[in-house]
């Protein structure tokens, strides 16, 4: 029965994005000077996994890229060439025409064939097109013929490879894989039979193991000729016993004489004859470097899971948390000695279901490395462009984020990362100037804080200007006053449309970078600072949530409903003295605290519900911050804090201001989860003067 192998065509795609992946960071970590062999071993292989793979499903325009990739690398991998800067160059150049191609198959996306023509030809340009062997076919049905008489081989043994009716595709792919092992001549099909001529080093389960993986080993016939000797006939494995329906045995006992059809095997000493005119034999590849076969686990170390099934995974376990939570509420008050055996039940399930929970939410959880392999071709590209040279460092590329976070902080992170090369990193010639290194510093590092991730991205540059960002904040029309501090004119630059670049080019001066990341790491939970000193660098950090599906939070009261507040957002809470209270036009009122000023929000007023207490001596003011901005939000009462599981809302319904989500409480009500920045932007905190 034929099988469809498209279903699988999926896991074709993504095993060959992480090999792009991988060949991109080979190839920039690579030692022009002195290359090792064995990252060009390595880059070598990724080509020819990539033209397997796409061999087997039938995609020639990959085939064609790699199987030139393959020719090339392999005269430098044999000592033939030397690799150079250039080669690299036009491997990186080759990496993106396959991910363009790649792209095109997967998503349907448009592909530059011109583009895939040119690099094809910059490629055979680099090696001996003469030396260069025929890329194959996907649907190519002849087999190429070739005289009987050969050359003295240089290897110790020889075999004649007889294999069953095929077709063209597998027979291409098996050919491929078997000139590998030697020089691998083609002779002539007899009747539905291929006849193959393999010289090598290599034995008889080296051959089975390879044709082992297009055909049943036990259909080829293998001859080995030694010179001067008789020839030996190689018989491959005997069939396992066939068992019948009717056999009662069902295989767990000896069958004393097991019927096993024994293999036809080519028996003749004499040449096979081959029609005549000869076609001239094709070149065959050099052997590849022999590598100890390591040893087969049995045991998959890790399976592929769709990263729906993983959300509905941590949905279920959502929904066994907020379970619990509500038989932990039914169970309160209950006597502990009557009910002991329950009680326990219950807290050993909460156990179970926190220990559970973590588990779900770690196979969420991804290395930031995969965010920070994006940068070193980035860097390396915009330096080249700009004429500077620029040192990437990172670090702590192990900590893991969330992976709905890991997509989204992408753009902000290649924002900062383009400012800090455009405008940040002075040019050599400038730098020399000032006795700096001539080479740039640019580092992306990423520690753990707390329940946060603190990403940072340093340069060794110019620093921010302070006057030129004052002078243009004015003539933008943006409110500056005197005093500011450098923190509150750093915060300046994220304001819409603000720019210090003189001119507009392709990298900057548009002013639409920074208030874009300031906008989509806050809609994260994030915060995100800069830190500068003029002549000596700049430092943009940036503060996320390990995940955005559970949080720890602060339960309020107002009136008869119950808020969260983001446990990350909240200072302090107290109640206040009226003489720490201060009226503005009778309409607004602060509270000092702490050497500072800070707006009331009364809750009530922003959700229109009725509070038990309105005015803020009777209440209690909890103390929120988000960037530069605080503010002190008036409630009736603190429940408490707890874990909650977070449910979006604007799926279901629609977008609610000063809402970022809802949760289900022990009781089984909804709780809605305030918005911090929402709050801290409105009107509720603008000062009347």
């Known amino acids: 029965m034929a099988i469809d192998i498209s279903q699988f065509s999926e896991m074709f795609f993504e095993e060959t994005e992480e090999l792009l992946a991988d060949l991109e960071r080979l190839l920039l970590t690579v030692d022009i000077d002195a290359p090792d062999i064995e990252d060009i071993n390595g880059i070598f292989r990724i080509a020819h996994s990539i033209k397997g793979g796409a061999a087997t499903f039938g995609f020639s325009d990959l085939i064609e890229i790699t199987h030139v990739l393959e020719s090339m690398l392999d005269k430098i991998r044999h000592g ?402 005197d005093g500011m501090t450098d923190d509150e004119v750093w915060q300046l630059i994220f304001a819409p449309g603000f720019s210090t670049a003189e001119t507009v080019t392709d990298l900057s001066g548009r002013g639409v970078g920074m208030d874009v990341v300031k906008r989509n790491i806050n809609s994260l939970g994030g915060v995100v600072n800069i830190k500068s000193v003029v002549g000596v660098g700049t430092v943009t950090s940036v503060s996320l949530p390990l995940t955005l599906a559970i949080m720890d939070g602060m339960s309020v009261k107002i009136g008869e409903e119950t808020y969260i507040l983001p446990l990350n957002y909240v200072l302090e809470s107290f109640q206040p003295s009226e003489a720490n209270l201060k009226e503005i036009n009778g309409t607004s009122s602060l509270i000092f605290v702490r050497d500072r000023y800070l707006p009331i929000i009364p809750l009530h007023e922003v959700f229109d519900i009725e509070a038990r207490h309105k005015e803020p001596t009777s209440g209690i003011l909890v103390v929120i911050a988000s960037d530069d901005k605080r503010a002190a939000l008036l409630v009736d009462e603190l429940v408490g804090q707890q874990q909650i599981v977070v449910k979006n809302i604007e799926s279901n319904f629609r977008k609610i201001n000063n809402i970022s989500g809802a949760t289900i409480m022990g009781d089984g009500k909804v709780s809605l989860i305030i918005d911090v920045s929402d709050l801290l932007n409105s009107q509720y905190t603008r000062i009347p003067l």
């Open 80 to 481: 033939e060439d030397v690799f150079t800067a250039d080669h690299q160059e036009v491997l990186l150049q080759s990496r993106d025409v396959l991910k363009m191609q790649l792209d095109g198959l997967r998503y349907n996306s448009p592909v530059d064939v011109d583009k895939a023509v040119d690099i094809k030809a910059v490629l055979l340009s680099m090696i001996d097109k003469q030396a260069l062997e025929p890329a194959p076919q996907v649907l190519k049905a002849e087999v190429n013929l070739v005289p009987e008489v050969q050359e003295i081989s240089k290897f110790s043994k020889q075999f004649i490879i007889e294999l069953p009716e095929v077709s063209a595709r597998d027979l291409e792919s098996l050919i491929e894989e078997l000139s590998l092992l030697g020089d691998l001549t083609h002779k002539q099909e007899e009747g539905k039979c291929v006849i193959l001529d393999l010289a090598t080093d290599e034995g008889v389960d080296d051959i089975l193991a390879l044709c082992s993986f297009v055909l049943d080993p036990n259909l080829v016939k293998v001859v080995e000729k030694s010179a001067g000797q008789p020839t030996q006939v190689v018989e491959p494995p005997k069939a396992a016993p066939t068992i019948s329906d009717d056999d009662d045995s069902f295989g767990f006992f000896d069958d004393p004489e097991p019927v096993v059809e024994k293999p036809v095997v080519v028996a003749q000493a004499e040449p096979i004859p081959v029609p005549t005119p000869p076609i001239p034999p094709v070149a065959a590849k050099k052997p590849a470097p022999k590598v100890e076969a390591a040893a087969v686990n049995t045991d998959a170390t890790s399976i592929r899971v769709s990263v729906e099934k993983v959300d509905q995974l941590i949905n279920l376990v959502g929904e066994l948390v907020i379970t619990h939570a509500m038989i932990l509420k039914r169970a309160e008050g209950m006597d502990d000695v009557l009910y002991e055996t329950l009680l326990n039940g219950i807290t050993q399930l909460g156990q179970n279901s926190r220990d559970l929970q973590e588990t779900a939410m770690s196979m969420r959880m991804m290395p930031i490395d995969v965010v920070f392999s994006r940068f070193p071709r980035m860097v390396r590209e915009l330096a080249t462009k700009l004429g500077k040279q620029i040192n990437l460092v990172t670090q702590g590329n192990n900590i893991e984020l969330d992976k709905g976070l890991i997509e989204r902080i992408i753009d902000p992170l290649t924002h900062l990362v383009r400012n800090s090369i455009d405008h940040g990193i002075e040019t050599t010639d400038i730098r020399l100037q000032k006795g700096k290194s001539e080479l740039g510093r640019l580092t992306l590092s990423a520690t753990h804080q707390g329940g946060h991730v603190l990403i940072e991205v340093s340069d060794d540059g110019a620093g921010l200007n302070r006057e030129r960002i004052l002078k243009k904040a004015q003539s933008e029309g943006i409110a500056i006053r």
